[in-house]
């Protein structure tokens, strides 16, 4: 899949649009993946799709400490979708800037 | 130099596999490689970890350790943070000990791992490593090397679809299925070992190395499931032509595992040694224990309420616990756990067990647990409780659960919120039994059937057959009639300096503050592996 990629502004967001374009590199998704995607409505994303996004996250900023509990719950539930913005502001928040 | 190829067949037992192994009326032999393995070789009971799971004894074949020691306790783990609890799954990552494919790596041999779980994200080693259950939707992100992806790609026949793990289908284990659905879900289950099969066969004869180390999953998946076709014990009498069909289907599966092996032994060259090990052995479970709803009885936990709302209903439908945690003393967090978690009292959790008052908090929920009894039999459905010290001990005890349980009938519990606590199935369903299987040929192996050995014993046979020292924290040994004296007095058992510790950033997470132990977590509808849900 060609991923079209919107431009980044931050190391932060850079590193997140590789991870992803990355993470669903084969699984036939014609998409442009833009802060508004949404992991489970656009990118077809199953839970352990999720878990393995956050690996992948974790891996690329090289720290497995980021809390994304705090991202993907709320109210002590789990959230049903999540929007690319909606991962890069957390990201940005909870690590350190290049 | 001999080749030692190791064969893990998951969930493997002679209850099912000596049946085969023999002629059988019109059947005929369904296992014949395995009979002449077993009539030429050595072969003995191979007693699982204490809790007998797929993560954890897999992870002590693979690491020669415990996991006391080596850390991986189940699928899933959790992190509880005083008012919630947050459930992930293992990884690699949480690895606390090396394991043997580095262990040889770094003495110069040439490794291939193929489907061992826990293995993603893969380590590097001197060779290949593809990891099992995974999706395919992970799968070229997780092989080692990189590249390899590209070669397995490329071997006739690849599709990664069947060849990976399908989350949606291992959760229908545990469900009752007709013999009609039953038949569907074994036939999806045919192709994914031919694949495993295809991708050895490939590596063996392209790479040529020293260890090849290949695990078989469908063993497991299908007993699970069609237990009532497996069991000799169970498939007499008169059967529906729909059982029938299951049976035969079943059947099929097993005479092609066995020619598997054959080839793969074959292919290998005449100076190879084979090692056939499962993970844990299997038997029937007749009885449904919802040992959460039976603690909500007793006051040790409260459940969460629902707010009526999809989202709740998918939480209440999910293998995870799904309590009040301000409110909840003792838990099982998972079916496959078979666990109970005792909360202690700090600072983030007020609803823990004081500290000082643990040890006799403990004694009274081992007598609660071993006093509840089946209505139809009046018999106890709990045979034995095991503290962690006992079942698990090591560095890595504290993510343990504090007590592991051993039901009646080996069965895994149900973790939801259902009455009665105590139900007896429709059909017995397959679970797991401590008692696995051994079995090893090739040059100087004795043949005889020898006396039950344990798990973590394979990974010292796997380091001596390759003519390496055994580390000296390893915590298995080679069996005394394992091979001809003759052998053994020319390849003496050699004791050599301990396994190395891991990188914490690439390995094990060490207990450190709360906020290091918060880290990937899951949505809420994991429908991960429904092991004997009800």
């Known amino acids: 899949m060609e991923m079209n990629r919107v431009q980044t502004t931050t190391d932060v967001e850079y590193r997140l649009y590789a991870t992803l374009g990355d993470f669903i590199e084969g699984w036939d998704l014609d998409i442009a993946i833009t802060p508004d995607t949404r992991l489970v409505e656009d990118l077809e994303f199953d839970s352990i799709d999720v878990i393995q996004l956050v690996v992948a996250i974790e891996s690329a900023f090289n720290s497995r400490s980021i809390g994304f509990q705090d991202l993907l719950m709320r109210d002590g539930r789990y959230v049903d979708d999540l929007s690319v913005g909606e991962i890069t502001k957390f990201l940005e928040s909870r690590v350190p800037q290049a | ?534």
Not at chain 2, 36 to 64: E, K, Q
Not at chain 2, 136 to 149: F, G, M, T
Not at chain 2, 375 to 384: A, C, M
Request: aromatic share 8%; glycine share 8%.
């Open chain 2, 1 to 534: 130099m001999t080749r030692t190829l190791l064969i893990g067949l998951d969930g493997a037992t002679y209850t099912v596999l000596e049946a085969l192994m023999r002629e059988n009326g019109d059947e005929g032999v369904i296992m014949p490689f395995l009979a002449h393995v077993v009539d030429t070789g050595y072969s003995a009971i191979l007693r699982s970890t204490a809790h007998p799971l797929t993560p954890p004894a897999w992870t002590t074949v693979a690491t020669g350790r415990t996991p006391g020691t080596h850390g991986i306790y189940d699928f899933v783990r959790f992190e509880d943070v005083g008012d919630e609890v947050y459930f992930t799954l293992y990884d690699a990552r949480d690895f606390r000990s090396e394991t043997f494919w580095q262990v040889a790596s770094r003495q110069n041999r040439s490794v291939v791992s193929l489907n061992f779980p826990m293995m993603a994200p893969p380590q590097k080693v001197n060779g290949s490593l593809i990891p099992g259950f995974v999706s395919w939707k992970h799968l070229r992100r997780n092989v080692w090397p990189k590249e390899l992806y590209d070669r397995i790609a490329a071997i006739g026949g690849f599709d990664p679809k069947e060849l990976s793990w399908d989350f949606e289908r291992e959760s229908q284990i545990g469900d009752v299925m007709s013999d009609h659905e039953l038949h569907r879900w074994v036939e999806r289950h045919l192709p994914r070992d031919k694949q495993w099969f295809n991708i050895a066969l490939s590596l063996m004869k392209e790479d040529d190395p020293d260890l090849l180390a290949l695990m078989m999953d469908g063993t497991d998946k299908i007993q699970h499931q069609a237990w009532h076709v497996l069991d000799p014990a169970l498939w007499t009498g008169d059967k529906s032509e729909e059982a029938q069909a299951v049976r035969k289907l079943v059947l099929e599966y097993f005479l092609r595992l066995d020619g598997y092996v054959r080839s793969l032994y074959e292919a290998s060259g005449p100076d190879t040694r084979l090692i056939i090990v499962s993970d844990h052995g299997f038997t029937g479970s007749e009885k449904v224990v919802r040992i959460n709803h039976y603690l909500g009885e007793l006051g040790h936990l409260t459940w969460r309420e629902s707010d009526g709302s999809e989202a709740a209903r998918r939480r209440d439908l999910a293998n995870f616990a799904n309590l009040d945690w301000t409110r909840t003393r003792a838990f099982c967090p998972t079916p496959s756990s078979n666990g109970i978690v005792i909360r202690r009292r700090n600072e983030i959790n007020s609803a823990g067990v004081e500290p000082a008052e643990y040890e006799a908090y403990r004694d009274r929920l081992i007598d609660d647990l071993l006093k509840l009894t089946d209505p139809e039999t009046g018999q106890p459905v709990i045979r034995e409780v095991f503290k962690r010290e006992d079942a698990f001990p090591g560095d890595a005890m504290e993510n343990a659960p504090d007590l592991t349980l051993v039901l009646a009938d080996h069965g895994f519990v149900s973790v939801r919120n259902r009455a009665p606590a105590v139900v007896t199935r429709p059909t017995p369903l397959g679970t797991h039994h401590p008692d696995g299987v051994f079995m090893m040929v090739g040059t100087g192996v004795a043949n005889m059937r020898g006396e039950p050995m344990s798990i973590v014993d394979t990974t010292a046979i796997m380091a001596h057959s390759m003519g390496l020292p055994i580390p000296k924290d390893f915590e298995g040994r080679i069996p005394a009639a394992l091979y001809e004296v003759s052998h053994l007095r020319a390849h003496p058992v050699e004791i050599g300096p301990p396994t190395l510790s891991v990188d914490p950033e690439a390995g094990p997470v060490t207990s450190g503050t709360a906020e290091e132990e918060q880290r990937e977590e899951v949505l809420a509808q994991l429908r991960l592996l429904g092991y004997l849900e009800d």
